[in-house]
């Protein structure tokens, strides 16, 4: 018989290198690949090979989704494996991908495994495919702070999720049914206190929704007694709920001094504001690292994730054209007629799927649970997830509901013709959570909100002969998109195929869902005019090849770099600088509570003067030892109507932007664990549009009631427990918002004309509270018919675009005249 393989040693002396030539020549490849790469394919590889393959330590690479990555990723490391620069990693985000990976290997008839130990892989013979959470752990098998196996070439694969998944490695967490939150909570409790009594209160009682950051001096004054603490504990495997100490610990252990912890009513968490990647010395000293991601227009989380210099990855590898995105309709209904509302856009949701495959991404467990009615599965579990999603790509399944599942999913095709994103995409982590409110309506967290969104509407075109009606929902996520330059952020494919949307719409009368559902029916139908409209409006766009980094982030990361080699006072410079060039006061303070940071190293006490400084800019910040003395709010005279008038005149372009508005703080509005923060919020900008000065003293000044309102000589101490579920107030309850009508009559004693409000699930007080005779209640029902009336409100006045005198009306009419609001809208208490 003839040896095959020997033969072909003697012919082929050398092994093949190109990987265009690899592809060529493998032998057992699935028919599927029709003998040929696509286009795309072959001129990202033949740049890689030409440019890339051995000047580049770090190489991007950028194609759209459905693209074929996967095929350039495996053909690359065999190409690195064949020149013996082995051995090869493949890494994905997580074990669903793995398989699909593997799946594509065999297809290919490239050797793999996904056994870190299999001496194939070590000797370079075969892939090793493998999820982030295995490289990236405290105790992974690569090794951590020494080279246990050496990683010759790797590819990140979806590396944007992958960057995620390695930042929550570096994340401990200590839940709170074991004994050191308890103690770590005693440890920080006069900490916690100093920054809000009422707090620590919800926190000890471990209130879902409840967060405090622990000031960073607090932090490293105790920080000796922590390190204890989880150094005895950090060999036991079963005392986290997620293994986080044991793997984790490794990671964190060495830079706890960076270290940020919050603390909230469920768990304790430490994490460091940027990755000390280095610990993984396999994967930091690989020579050829490949980082493939689709197209997003922010390249920062390379720098801030894995401390890559972006001078080092300036330009990344791109087809020749970015017209490969497939077919996307893009719907805004509520921006379209704000008249639409969610219960309308939910019957007509499930009104298609009963046709198509529909699938919702909705941002929490909470969320989802508005869907039930009408939903015909919603996902909870990794296993339902995988089944569900392989029935959605086989058969109909009809409307399917996805919890925060932005990324890592495909919907190819007929899985999915109606992806619907319904709100703001949650944050995935407090620290997130932490710096959404100390940012808030920064370009920092619109950019953020907009690429998540985008990362979820390429969940449902995977390929470019894919097609896909995409609606995006929800007064919050409508009314972020509509303001300033938001679209602006979103990449140049998505903003074209939302600019056809908008011109569709202007030649349309009658915007309502009927006239919607013809045009989605253009795309659904396969309508051939509406086909080449669709495709040539992407036809010219290319790729940008520069890579994009935010000078935001970049100069941060610099900072925590001399940081962690205790060169404090460069680090200093550095946020000094960022400093000196923002515009935005929130921005501005933020960093100077980063700076402060830095400066305690240097001089602790100069540092509370920074953070002083940073308070007075960004209220959200934290509280420095000395406090911050409250500024009281100053009333005047005007007529509540023209205040209104003069409010919505200069925060609104229009009345449909008012709408958009006015319906984002209504849905706030509810009574729900997990949602204090929104809620207060929301109450804190009602108060704006209803002509009051509205101010959230407990949260800004660590003192008085979650909210208050003034107008003229009349006020309004709000407190506000809508996540509470009790059939009675407690005695807690009760004597904070006693405590806060005591600091109110000291703050103003003027004004002698105000009501106490408690917002609560409850009217009845129990047997050990001490309730202040004037307070007034705000329950389910009363929170129901106020917000029927605020709709009603807002319907009219945008109707009379402002009108001064018919806002005044309508205040009396709908009672939201002071006087008025608490006779109609809260009870007195039992």
């Known amino acids: ?36 790469l696509r286009d795309v394919q072959s001129t990202v590889l033949e740049k890689w090979f030409q440019e890339y393959r051995n000047d580049s330590k770090n190489t991007v690479i950028k194609m759209n989704t459905g693209s074929g990555k996967t095929v350039v990723g495996l053909l690359i490391l065999q190409s690195y494996l064949n020149e013996g620069k082995g051995p090869g990693v493949y890494v994905v985000p997580d074990n669903y991908l793995v398989k699909q990976v593997m799946k594509e290997a065999s297809d290919l008839g490239i050797g793999v495994t996904d056994n870190p130990r299999d001496n194939m892989f070590i000797r370079g013979e075969k892939i090793l495919i493998t999820n982030m959470h295995k490289i990236i752990n405290g105790r992974s098998v690569f090794g951590i702070n020494e080279i246990k196996q050496d990683i010759g070439c790797i590819i990140i694969d979806d590396a944007h999720a992958c960057f995620k998944v390695a930042e929550s490695k570096f994340t401990i967490r200590i839940p709170n049914n074991v004994s050191m939150y308890d103690e770590l909570l005693n440890l920080f409790s006069d900490a916690i206190k100093h920054q809000s009594e009422s707090r620590y209160l919800e926190i000890k009682d471990k209130e879902k929704g409840v967060q405090q950051l622990i000031p960073y001096w607090d932090w490293n004054n105790n920080l000796s007694t922590v390190r204890n603490l989880l150094h005895s504990k950090k060999d036991d495997f079963e005392y986290s709920n997620d293994k986080s100490l044991f793997f984790n610990w490794p990671l964190v252990k060495d830079n706890l001094e960076l270290a940020n912890c919050i603390i909230t009513g469920d768990e304790i968490l430490i994490n460091v504001d940027y990755l000390p990647i280095e610990v993984i010395q396999s994967f930091d000293d690989c020579p050829h690292r490949v980082f493939m991601s689709a197209t997003i227009d922010d390249d920062s989380i390379f720098v801030s994730h894995f401390n890559i210099n972006e001078d080092d990855i300036s330009y990344a590898i791109t087809p020749k054209n970015a017209n490969d995105i497939g077919e996307r309709l893009i719907l805004i209904p509520q921006e379209i007629n704000p008249e639409i509302n969610e219960e309308d856009l939910k019957k007509y949701y499930k009104y298609l799927s009963n046709k198509v495959n529909v699938v919702v991404l909705v941002p929490s467990d909470y969320r989802s649970k508005y869907w039930s009615d009408v939903a015909d599965v919603i996902i909870k579990g990794n296993d339902e997830l995988i089944e569900t999603l392989e029935d959605l790509k086989k058969s109909h399944v009809g409307l399917v509901v996805l919890i925060n599942k932005y990324d890592g999913i495909d919907l190819p095709k007929r899985a999915c013709e109606i992806l619907v994103i319904d709100g703001v995409p949650d944050v995935r982590s407090e620290f997130d959570k932490y710096e959404q409110i100390v940012l808030r309506g920064s370009k920092e967290t619109l950019k953020n909100t907009i690429q998540r969104v985008e990362q979820g509407m390429g969940r449902g075109v995977r390929s470019k002969d894919d097609y896909c009606v995409v609606f995006l929902m929800g007064n919050d996520l409508v009314q972020n998109l509509y303001h300033g330059n938001a679209k602006n952020i979103f990449t140049e494919a998505t903003q074209k195929q939302l600019e056809l949307s908008e011109n569709l719409f202007k030649q349309v009368k009658n915007l309502n869902l009927e006239e919607i559902n013809k045009i989605v029916n253009y795309c659904l139908e396969r309508n051939t005019e509406w086909i080449q409209t669709s495709r040539s409006v992407l036809i010219n766009i290319k790729y940008n090849k520069e890579n994009n980094f935010d000078n935001f982030i970049v100069k941060q990361r610099t900072a925590f770099n001399h940081a962690k080699i205790r060169d404090y006072r460069k680090a ?56 911050i003395e409250y500024k009281k709010i100053k009333s005047d005279n005007i007529p509540q109507a023209n205040k209104i008038n003069q409010f919505l005149m200069s925060e609104y372009s229009d009345t449909n932007d008012f709408v958009l508005g006015m319906n984002s703080i209504i849905d706030r509005l509810v009574f729900a664990k997990k949602t204090s923060e929104q809620f207060e919020q929301a109450i804190l900008e009602l108060g704006q549009h209803l002509g009051f000065f509205s101010q959230r003293p407990e949260k800004e000044f660590s003192k008085g009631p979650d909210n208050l309102w003034l107008s003229k000589n009349k006020g309004f101490v709000i407190e506000c427990k809508n996540g509470t579920t009790t059939e009675s107030i407690n005695k807690k309850d009760c004597n904070q918002l006693n405590g806060s009508i005591e600091w109110f009559s000291k703050q103003y004693p003027v004004i002698d004309d105000f009501t106490p409000i408690l917002i609560h699930n409850s009217k009845k007080f129990e047997y050990a509270a001490s309730p202040n005779p004037n307070i007034r209640i705000i329950e389910r029902d009363n929170l129901d018919k106020l917000k029927v009336k605020l709709r009603e409100f807002t319907t009219q006045v945008a109707y009379n675009k402002f009108d001064v005198s018919i806002i005044s009306k309508l205040l009396h009419v709908l009672k939201l005249e002071p006087m008025q609001f608490v006779d109609e809208y809260t009870s007195s208490f039992e």
Do not use: C, W
Request: glycine share 4%.
């Open 1 to 36: 018989m003839i040896n095959f393989k020997k033969l072909n040693e003697d012919v082929n002396s050398e092994k093949v290198i190109d990987p265009v030539q690899i592809f060529d020549v493998l032998p057992e490849k699935s028919k599927k690949y029709e003998e040929y």
């Open 572 to 627: 200093y410079d550095v946020i000094q600088e960022l400093v000196n060039g923002q515009d935005s006061d929130i921005t501005k303070g933020y960093l100077k509570y980063k700076l402060a940071r830095y400066q305690y190293f240097i001089d602790s006490a100069e540092s509370q003067q920074t953070l002083l400084s940073a308070k007075k800019l960004n209220h959200q910040l934290l509280q420095p030892i000395d406090g």
